[in-house]
């Protein structure tokens, strides 16, 4: 019975030392990003996005914790604005502050996760005019230590963040055309 306990035990250290292998072996940065055309100006956009508070209209953040708590803070929008959020399980916690704000062109965010993990990651918006639309670009990117590589061994960030980030920019999209509509 030890041999197999000491064999089981061997087996476990080879697989963890496997696992630590693969994940030193992936790239210390990641970068997700998504884009959409806009079918209005990049001063019709740019305002939804540098005011917190309108990220209730299009955001799929929003809607997960109707029970969500939200504290605003700083500038009312743009660079200094704050926003922190606590919700349950499936939203979590954390805060964001816009850093950089180049009206109508490009947002820079803090965004600073406290649970159900915590990471420090920045987030990008950008709006190119393109003929009478708008790209707009909403990426995000930070540091993967080896915890995070480990994880990103089973989990792909990339389509876990870029489908939230795809359906955020159709919210953004359809409100931005509405009130263009309107």
Known sequence: MLKFFLYAGLVLVLLVVALLALASRKPDHFRVERSVLVDASPERIYPLVEDFRLWLRWSPYETRDPEMARIYSGAEKGAGAVYEWDGDR????????????????????????????????????????????TRVTWAMEGKS???????HLFFDMDKMVGADFETGLAGLKAEAERELAQ
């Open 90 to 133: 499936s939203i979590g916690s954390g805060s964001m502050e816009i850093l950089e704000a180049e009206a109508p062109s490009r947002l820079v965010i803090a965004l600073h996760f406290r649970a159900p993990m915590q990471a420090d990651h920045t987030a990008i918006f950008t709006f190119v005019p393109e003929g009478n639309a």
């Open 145 to 151: 230590g080896l915890i995070a590589r480990v994880f």
